[in-house]
């Protein structure tokens, strides 16, 4: 009897713990994964290291695409080196400086366009519940709007999923434990130092998400 033949699939994969968590998640599941990373020259550059070292790992196709053109057409505290990423919680009002205008539309649309050239009908990102309030690219609404552009953009049907729409971090954290991640290869913060600074929005969501899952984070904060 023929084994069935796996679905090939595209992953945007940014280096993160989401992205790397949806990676096993997608690997358990019998999935052929192909990963894409992005170069846009964002100040942490450090989760494209990252990226690389899990796909060797895990002996995934891996591609990195340099679109530094964002950094010059979308201004944001992650883009721009006069601005300072601000600290705290993603509560506050000035973590909207993180977003990079458009951003997941662009790697969305790329991805589309690697998943068509490959043969792969899935693509996958890790939009989750702790991204609604800040990233416009990661509602529900958007994600549908998304999908149906995706039908519609080539003769072959491309299918967006986003598994963690409505997961929490900590959900993802929980998740990633059982499937066995290693979350020291992980990159989050927002800033560009060899550490992690543990004070900025990215640093502070990731802390409470090991808190609130009754884990440990294994990497080390500045």
Partial sequence: MNEKKPIKAVLILSGGMDSTTLLYDLISQKYEVHAITFDYNQKHKNEITCAKKIC????????IVDISVLNDLAPSCLTRDQWEVPEGNYAEDSMKQTVVPNRNMV????AASYAIGIGANE????????????YPDCRSAF?????????LCDWNDVILQVPYLYWTKAD?????????VDYSMTWTCYKGGKLSCGKCGSCDERLAAFSEAGAVDPIQYQ
Wanted: aromatic residues 10%.
């Fill in 56 to 63: 060797k790992k895990l002996h995934i196709p891996h591609k």
């Fill in 107 to 110: 790697f969305l649309s790329l």
């Fill in 123 to 134: 693509i996958f990102y890790a939009a989750h519940a702790g991204d609604h309030t800040i």
């Fill in 143 to 151: 994600v549908s709007a998304m999908s149906t552009a995706f039908h």
């Fill in 172 to 180: 993802i954290v929980k998740r990633g434990i059982l499937l066995g």
